[in-house]
């Protein structure tokens, strides 16, 4: 990519590049965004096939499907590689037409992938006969040299995943179990969701321990001994922050506030600032009556 960018201005490749950068950045957490800075670096640039591959990926992350397509399509005619002809197949997927996609998957460019190329030629395939609604055909066509290696390859986590989806999808449970198993196994960078899938089959439910449990205003408190006491029911009980003051949630209303004070030791009352320390021995309790003129 920097190799193509070399054939801008010094200027303009450096400004091409921040919008590169920020794609790359932002495609996976916020695609729009990302989506954003390829349409400016595209507007400075068109005619790099690197800016041009960066649009359609950015374009393709936000389901653009046919705007994905165009500028894969302009890149592909730019660099005459078919790195990205399972991309293209699958933007055909994404625009209603699982039969295009098949039949890029038996064009002759598909020999010329490498082998991560053909891995993901394979995934869309299947991906289409399913479109179709063609769940055995999808089952065979994922079945494969790469899927029944036992080596960890890159895409090895999400053959063996679409491979227990599809399982699942034709209501083969205990293999779908197995495959996910398998894709979990592999999968040491989390790029599936086969532990969830897995607790799913098993009948697991997860609990955020975060939450918490509401108590009913008339339950009984049972902790260290037998508090059985029958709580005070209060109307409108004021709120109170974390220093024990009362928060103003009264603004503009001439009512009648009654507060009930009860008693408590005087060594946990602190005193306002200018009155006088209370004794230490008791503090009687006392009902105070405000009324606002």
Do not use: H
């Amino acid at each position: 990519m920097r190799q193509e960018l070399m054939s801008l201005p010094k200027g303009l490749a450096e400004e091409v590049a921040c919008n590169l950068v920020m794609v790359a950045r932002l495609i996976d957490e916020e695609p729009e965004q990302a989506y954003a800075y390829s349409r400016i670096a595209l507007r400075l640039a068109s005619r790099v096939a690197a800016v041009r591959e960066a649009a359609g990926f950015a374009a393709y992350a936000t389901q653009k499907y046919s705007e994905a397509l165009a500028e894969f399509r302009a890149a592909r005619r730019m660099t005459g590689s078919v790195e990205l002809w399972p991309v293209m197949a699958d933007c055909e997927r994404g625009l209603g037409r699982p039969e295009r996609a098949l039949a890029m998957a038996g064009e002759p460019e598909v020999a010329k992938l490498d082998k991560a190329g053909q891995v993901e030629m394979r995934l869309v395939a299947a991906g289409a006969r399913r479109d179709m609604g063609q769940l055995d055909a999808a089952i065979v066509t994922l079945q494969s040299p790469e899927l029944a290696s036992n080596s960890a390859q890159p895409w090895t986590a999400r053959l063996r995943y679409a491979y227990a989806d599809a399982l699942l999808a034709a209501e083969r449970e205990d293999e779908a179990r197995e495959w996910f198993a398998k894709a979990l196994e592999a999968d040491k960078d989390g790029t599936t969701d086969a532990s969830d899938r897995l607790a799913e089959l098993d009948g697991i439910d997860f609990v955020d321990a975060m939450v918490e449990d509401d108590i009913e205003p008339d339950s009984d408190i049972d902790a260290e001994g037998d508090l059985d006491e029958p709580r005070v029911e209060i109307e409108d009980e004021p709120d109170f922050d974390d220093e024990g003051e009362e928060e103003d949630d009264f603004e503009g209303d001439d009512s009648e506030i009654v507060r009930a004070a009860e008693v408590v030791d005087a060594d946990l009352v602190e005193p306002a600032p200018g009155e006088p320390v209370p004794p230490v021995e008791k503090v009687e309790k006392v009902e105070k009556v405000e009324k606002d003129a």
